[in-house]
């Protein structure tokens, strides 16, 4: 599956991304048509044995198109193809993991393009500004003393799951406004899922190998589950054989 392609029982493929040349195929995927309700036919471009729809979008989609798809197959994932506003996509510096003992007093600053400082890293502390905002949290702190990445990147290091801040410039929000998860291919070996960090509402990206995503939509029962718990992945050879039809 990196940057390859997502090939379908039955001769169809559904392409997506750039890179290597290298195929994944879902052995027990299909092509399903569903009638809503309404008459309206909804053709799932994958669904896993269990159940998890996986809707691979290259073009541009408007809240009009997104909306009666989440809301007809609910657990459904979005696969981006990310070419086509790759520059526009600036991914800067690690964050620890949001349920870290060490994430619990910090506020990042947001980071964004030509703002060399926030891009490289720099938070608040709550528990520094309680005298001049009596009970601010994450959620509520207006600035105060700032720090530098540099101060804790051995504690980030150690406790990085795979988050980073981003910018994108334009972008299409659509996906920022999506329900389910949203997941960007760049190419290479991972995908890019978008994610609101914490409660102080920062936007960031985790990172998720390609070989996990493919694993954990085949083992999960929702889309939500993604990359959220641990398994001991096959090694690469053993996962392509299983997914080879």
Not at 60 to 69: G, H, K, Y
Request: glycine fraction near 8%; hydrophobic fraction near 35%.
């Amino acid at each position: 599956m990196p940057g390859g392609e997502i090939a379908i029982p039955g001769g169809k493929t559904k392409q997506y991304g750039t890179g290597n040349g290298k195929s994944f195929f879902l052995k027990t995927v299909r092509e399903i048509s569903h009638m809503a309700p309404d008459g309206e036919i909804h053709r799932a471009d994958i669904k896993t044995p269990t159940g998890i729809v996986i809707e691979v979008q290259h073009s541009s989609m408007t809240d009009a198109e997104r909306l009666p798809r989440e809301a007809f197959y609910g657990n459904l994932v979005w696969v981006i193809d990310g070419r086509s506003f790759r520059d526009n996509f600036d991914i800067y510096h690690l964050l620890p993991d949001p349920t870290s003992v060490l994430a619990e007093d910090l506020v990042w600053s947001k980071a964004r393009r030509h703002m060399n400082g926030a891009n490289r890293g720099l938070f608040f502390r709550p528990s520094e500004n309680q005298d001049d905002q009596p009970g601010a949290t994450k959620a509520t702190l207006k600035g105060g003393w700032l720090h530098g990445i540099h101060e804790i990147e051995d504690q980030v290091n150690a406790s990085y799951r795979g988050h980073h801040q981003y910018d994108w410039v334009r972008p299409r929000k659509t996906w920022l406004d999506a329900i389910c998860p949203v997941f960007i291919d760049f190419g290479g070996d991972s995908l890019v899922r978008l994610e609101i960090y914490d409660e102080s509402g920062l936007r960031c990206i985790r990172m998720i190998s390609k070989r996990k995503f493919v694993h954990d939509v085949m083992v999960e029962t929702s889309a939500q589950a993604i990359a959220t718990r641990f398994y001991p992945l096959p090694r690469a050879e053993v996962l392509h054989d299983q997914l080879m039809t």
